[in-house]
């Protein structure tokens, strides 16, 4: 879990629809929300409020679907 230094003030939660303030980014592998690079996986790295990090140290996200139209597969540790 890192913390979000280095992002301009007041970045927002990357996971789905959420509007809570970051504190944390993590990297998770993606599925690509085109639906042409279905087949393929992607790591990147998101910003989490403090609730969905907790979510992420728990399950990982599986299943969540980011600000960047990705479904959260696995993590990335």
Known sequence: ???VFNRLP???CEVGICTWRASHTEYVEVIPGDS???HERHTIDV???QRHDADFQRS???GVITA???E???RNQ
């Open 36 to 38: 042409a690079l279905k």
């Open 47 to 49: 910003v989490l409020c």
């Open 72 to 74: 959260v597969v696995e």
């Open 10 to 12: 007041y970045v927002v």
């Open 60 to 62: 990982g996200l599986v």
């Open 68 to 70: 960047y139209g990705d």
């Open 1 to 3: 879990m890192t913390g």
